[in-house]
């Protein structure tokens, strides 16, 4: 199995698991020690990986982080945990701050099993720093955040590639954050600069200057929205154009049942949109399109009973969707437009993970067909 493949089982995992985890002990248990071991650090081994490391710190005594990664019986990477879902805001991990400083660990992790902060000493020298140069989350992640986590694999581990690339991914994400907020709140600097060319003469006062936030704002939100789209038509179909490539993906039942069938624009927008949500634990090609008279059906394994979720398009003016639950119960939820789908990514994932927790092993299989 691929790097890849093994972090979407785990992924699958924590979205089924994250909400029954109370207890720091049982997300260490539960997501944290697969997380180490999907790195491929035998847990198992106190001369690999240490829990509990214990050492005297200054005038703290008996200090403890959670895990320690050894190499060469040194640390070279220190886990310190919270309960699924818990707050890791930086004030949370003194006794990381307080380690890192006291062994030759270059790299510091706080995590709540879902989310995995990765910190080191870019700014003073075996000082850790307030701010991760990496974040990975197991819930919504991207094939470079997976490749970016591999760098920390043991059969691949090395101190300089990794902070090689350290620097360049603080200030890729701190450069991110900005934008989005920007995206947001835009600030006047940024509005004068954007609108500069519709500006020739006109004074930047009150009412000029709402206006060009405002528009502003629009297009630099749906900017993004068309380069999302650009990348998801370019990565489901690289070498066909779209419609054909989707239409690979509409159930061969619903051909033969009916050979006028289609689905609306807004739709397969919707379902590549779906298909992007549920990468981190599915593989695009099990996900399926099955429009309808009345709805039009997002499935799993093009099997009507696994649903992943319902369209309901009709009228562009008013976009229903419809979550399923545990049960199968759907939920029928208005949306505005077709970002909103994103918000919804838990559920979504936690739809096709309860799939996937039921389908048969390979294991299982071999040994049904050999009886």
């Known amino acids: 199995m691929d790097f ?95 380690y890192f400083h006291s062994t030759e660990a270059r790299f510091g992790v706080l995590t709540n099993g879902i989310v995995y902060k990765f910190f080191t000493d870019l700014e003073k020298p075996n000082m850790m720093d307030d701010k991760p140069f990496f974040e990975f989350n197991m819930l919504e992640f991207r094939d470079q955040d997976v490749d970016e986590l591999k760098k920390f694999a043991k059969t691949v581990f090395d101190l300089e590639t990794i902070l090689t690339t350290a620097n360049q991914l603080k200030y890729t994400r701190a450069i991110q954050n900005t934008l989005g907020n920007w995206m947001n709140d835009p600030p006047e600097e940024f509005v004068r600069l954007a609108s500069a060319e519709f500006l020739v003469g006109k004074h930047f006062k009150n009412a000029v200057k709402d206006l060009f936030t405002e528009v502003t704002k629009q297009a630099f939100k749906q900017l993004v929205r068309d380069k999302i789209n650009e990348r998801l038509k370019g990565a489901m179909t690289p070498e066909l154009s779209v419609a054909p490539a989707l239409q690979a993906h509409i159930s061969d039942a619903q051909i033969e049942q009916d050979e006028t069938y289609s689905a609306s624009d807004l739709e397969l927008e919707a379902f590549q949109i779906v298909r992007a949500i549920l990468r981190p634990i599915s593989k695009p090609a099990r996900i399926f399109i099955r429009p309808s008279a009345s709805y039009c059906a997002i499935l799993f394994d093009d099997n009507n009973r696994k649903p992943v979720c319902r369209l309901r398009f009709n009228n562009e003016n008013r976009l229903v969707v419809g979550l399923f639950n545990e049960n199968k119960e759907e939920d029928k939820i208005l949306i505005s437009d077709l970002d909103q789908l994103f918000d919804f990514g838990d559920r979504l994932k936690a739809c096709v993970a309860s799939y996937l927790k039921l389908a048969p092993s390979k294991e299982a299989i071999d040994e049904a067909s050999s009886v």
């Open 4 to 98: 890849i493949d093994e972090v979407r089982a785990l992924a699958s995992r924590v979205a089924t698991t994250k909400d029954l985890l109370q207890t720091e002990e049982a997300t260490k248990n539960a997501m944290v020690m697969p997380f180490i071991q999907l790195l491929g650090y035998n847990v198992f081994d106190p001369l690999e990986v240490t829990p509990e490391l214990i050492a005297d710190v200054g005038t703290k005594k008996g200090e403890k982080v959670d895990y320690a990664i050894l190499k060469d019986g040194q640390p070279i990477m220190l886990f310190e945990c919270k309960k699924s879902g818990g707050d890791l805001h930086i004030n949370h991990a003194s006794q990381l701050f307080r």
